[in-house]
């Protein structure tokens, strides 16, 4: 079974940053795509950064400059890191994966971890 382990978030003043972690239990290699998603208090939970099996990475207009998405193939790990941290960006982060097998399509989420930016 896949699964994905979130880590890093915390309680951290406005200005800072932080470094989410995601690990896999398979191969990164494997997903077609993996991302982070936020879920801000009382909102849908959106897409941050995604980076395709051929590390193609696509960054949130809203983020772009203080987000930076990476991976670490040797130890099935990808990271989100944030800086300049906001007020707005307080939320849940989750990290996503996906696999394709011809038609059809499986998506993977970790459980979360909570990014608390005080003013």
């Known amino acids: 079974q896949v699964q994905l382990l979130e880590s890093g978030g915390g309680l951290v003043q406005a200005g800072g940053s932080l470094r989410l972690r995601c690990i896999a239990s398979?191969?990164?290699?494997?997903?077609?795509?993996m991302g982070w998603y936020r879920q801000a208090p009382g909102k849908q939970r959106d897409l941050v950064a995604n980076?395709?099996?051929?590390?193609?990475?696509s960054i949130a207009t809203s983020v772009k400059g203080r987000f930076t998405l990476f991976r670490d193939d040797l130890e099935n790990t990808m990271y989100l890191h944030i800086s300049s941290l906001k007020p707005e960006d307080t939320g849940v982060y989750y990290c996503n994966g996906d696999r394709v097998f011809g038609a059809l399509r499986w998506e993977y989420w970790g459980q979360g971890t909570q990014v608390t930016v005080s003013s």
């Open positions: 980076m395709t099996s051929a590390r193609d990475t």
């Open positions: 398979i191969d990164l290699s494997k997903f077609n795509t």
